[in-house]
């Protein structure tokens, strides 16, 4: 059983691999379409939550960004995307931060 687990396992990144590949190797090189990355790809993990009630916390959700198979080429992509705006276009990038 173990064994199908992990044959299903690799077979879902061999398929993944093109998607991964196409989007490393994306380039950034119009500043509306950065500007359209750096707004649609958030800086932070969205989903990262702590239920309080008083000073108490009810329920920590932590951070599911990771479970993302695309999470560290979206990164990738939204600070590719940062770079451009502000290395070539010179523009202030921290509304983005």
Do not use: H, W
Request: hydrophobic share 40%; glycine share 4%.
């Amino acid at each position: 059983m173990m064994a199908s687990k992990s044959a299903s396992l690799n077979l879902l990144q061999l398929l993944l691999q093109p998607v991964r590949r196409y989007l490393e190797s994306l380039k950034i090189n119009n500043y509306r379409f950065a500007r359209l990355i750096c707004s649609l790809i958030p800086a932070s993990c969205p989903f990262e939550r702590e239920i309080k009630f008083g000073d108490g916390t009810l329920v920590y959700i932590p951070p599911l960004c990771k479970l993302n198979p695309f999470y560290e080429q979206f990164v990738a992509i939204r600070f590719k995307a940062l770079s451009y705006l502000a290395d070539e276009c010179g523009e202030d990038v921290t509304i983005y931060c």
